[in-house]
């Protein structure tokens, strides 16, 4: 699973949805798709909090919306999915949020 990490850092106020895209590997196991996802910040210092967990309509991408977090943390995401096969597969991703100093570079 590839997490959106072509996107910039997150600012602590900002809510923003992040993607976890299946589809590479989805497309090994023709037909199979995904029918249930959960997302999991793993570790981190609580500040960083997720809501709306979707699965796209073709049930090869997943979402979640991601809020809050600490400037100057990077959090580690899991996005776990069951498959219409009863596989079940993870991947993780990892999302900075902004400081001052990462604005003002980019």
Known sequence: MTLNQ???????AENKYYTGD?????AHFPG???????WDIVGGDGALV????AIDGAGTQ???LLGGGTAGQ??????SVTLSDAQVWR???VLEIAT???LLRT
Request: charged content about 25%.
């Open 6 to 12: 072509d996107v910039e850092p997150k600012q602590p």
């Open 22 to 26: 299946w589809r590479k590997r989805l």
């Open 32 to 38: 199979v798709t995904i029918s249930a996802s959960v």
């Open 50 to 53: 997720k809501s709306n967990e």
């Open 62 to 64: 997943t979402s979640v």
């Open 74 to 79: 990077v959090y580690t995401l899991r996005n």
């Open 91 to 93: 991947g993780y991703g």
């Open 100 to 102: 001052e100093a990462t």
